[in-house]
């Protein structure tokens, strides 16, 4: 073996693969699917760690991103959703748009030959739910599966009707009782009641077993009151919702329950209790891998550069207010400066939208606590 080989294997060695489970996705992909991407696929990933990472395919309009073994990211007008398939059957995470439906679905029959077992809201945003309906009708109900099988084994099967190809009758959709009356006070929206959620929760967490444990985590009012955070336990992979956006700030939506305090509140309980830095630090794992709602996939420093992007506007803002400032004069201040390059837009949710949230969202809190106090 030749010193410039030697040195290769050293490397790849002494990276210990750079994340098992990354390491394992790419290497069941073809070998001119192995290139290096182009950085700003990973956001804080490393170049080193990079060219452990498979670049994404197309698929019509729809880019598929490998993060682990078994579980994909695919992107679609701007928005990502996640795809977990395995032996257990496929489980998706946001289907997106309705718009993109069937382009959603052929990229997943693309994916994997296993059915569409579950689908999890993590909001009640249409760009995130729209496409509730057509997923959940393509895919089926363990239960109803088991149901089915059953009564064939016994000669049943004139008594049970299963509707579907696939004998299912569509994949349950798991989300928090909030998305579902969110939903149905959503006279913009159009949906039908094969789109709402079936199996709704108001406790902490929501859990279930398909190829690996998966928790569905209820977060504080951040976006609005209806958020959730979704993690696959064996793949270390977080799915973060409309709480972290890696291509502007934060949508807060005040009217349907978000606020500032609860943006920074879920942030923390991700990078606390969903979140996690590999040990040994000098192997370069990028830890947990996240996926936000849209841009690059993330890490748990993106996490926290978020969280600390939102307190620190949060705390300008106080103390403007604290120093009897009006809010044109906060405006003016620019409680956002050194973040606009980063998060700043000139689309539907600017860095002045953001900042009337911050402030009405700090007003807000002020007088909730002046109330309790007289």
């Given at each position: 073996m030749n010193k410039r080989a030697l040195s290769a294997a050293v490397v790849v060695l002494s990276l210990g693969c750079v994340g098992a489970n990354v390491c394992r996705a790419a290497a069941a992909m073809p070998a001119a699917m192995q290139a290096s991407?182009?950085?700003?696929?990973?956001?804080?990933?490393?170049?080193?760690?990079?060219?452990?990472?498979?670049?994404?395919?197309?698929?019509?309009?729809?880019?598929?991103?490998?993060?682990?073994?078994g579980i994909?990211?695919?992107?679609?007008?701007?928005?990502?959703?996640?795809?977990?398939?395995?032996?257990?059957?496929?489980?998706?995470?946001?289907?997106?748009?309705?718009?993109?439906?069937?382009?959603?679905?052929?990229?997943?029959?693309?994916?994997s030959s296993e059915p569409i077992h579950?689908?999890?809201?993590t909001g009640a945003d249409a760009e995130l739910i729209g496409g509730n309906a057509a997923v959940a009708a393509a895919g089926h109900s363990v239960a109803v599966q088991d149901l089915f099988i059953a009564g064939q084994r016994r000669g049943f099967t004139n008594l049970i009707t299963v509707p579907g190809a696939n004998g299912g009758g569509g994949a349950p959709i798991i989300a928090r009782q909030n998305v579902l009356t969110e939903m149905a006070g959503q006279t913009e929206a159009d949906y039908s009641a094969a789109a709402f959620p079936t199996d709704t929760f108001t406790r902490p967490a929501f859990n279930l077993f398909i190829n690996e444990p998966i928790a569905v985590l209820r977060l504080p009012g951040a976006h609005s009151d209806a958020d959730a955070a979704v993690r696959f336990e064996r793949s270390d992979v977080v799915v973060a919702g409309e709480i972290f956006d890696q291509t502007r700030f934060p949508v807060i939506d005040l009217q349907h329950g978000?606020?500032?305090?609860?943006?920074?509140?879920?942030?923390?309980?991700?990078?606390?209790?969903?979140?996690?830095?590999?040990?040994?630090?000098?192997?370069?794992?990028?830890?947990?891998?996240?996926?936000?709602?849209?841009?690059?996939?993330?890490?748990?420093?993106?996490?926290?550069?978020?969280?600390?992007?939102?307190?620190?506007?949060?705390?300008?803002v106080q103390y403007y207010i604290d120093h009897g400032k009006s809010y044109q004069q906060i405006l003016?201040?620019?409680?956002?400066?050194?973040?606009?390059?980063?998060?700043?837009?000139?689309?539907?949710?600017?860095?002045?939208?953001?900042?009337?949230?911050?402030?009405?969202?700090?007003?807000?809190?002020?007088?909730?606590?002046?109330?309790?106090?007289?």
């Open positions: 991407p182009p950085p700003a696929l990973y956001g804080s990933v490393t170049p080193a760690e990079q060219t452990m990472l498979p670049p994404p395919a197309r698929i019509g309009p729809v880019d598929v991103l490998p993060v682990a073994p994909e990211m695919l992107t679609v007008d701007g928005v990502n959703i996640a795809v977990q398939s395995g032996a257990d059957g496929t489980v998706v995470v946001d289907p997106g748009p309705a718009q993109s439906a069937q382009a959603v679905l052929t990229a997943i029959a693309r994916i579950y689908l999890i809201d978000g606020s500032a305090q609860g943006e920074i509140d879920a942030l923390n309980l991700l990078i606390n209790m969903l979140a996690f830095a590999h040990t040994p630090v000098l192997t370069d794992d990028p830890g947990t891998l996240v996926i936000p709602v849209r841009g690059p996939l993330g890490t748990l420093d993106d996490l926290v550069s978020y969280r600390d992007m939102v307190a620190t506007v949060m705390m300008r003016g201040a620019d409680p956002a400066q050194g973040f606009h390059t980063r998060y700043g837009t000139d689309s539907s949710w600017t860095t002045a939208d953001f900042v009337q949230a911050v402030y009405k969202s700090v007003m807000a809190g002020q007088r909730a606590r002046h109330r309790q106090r007289g």
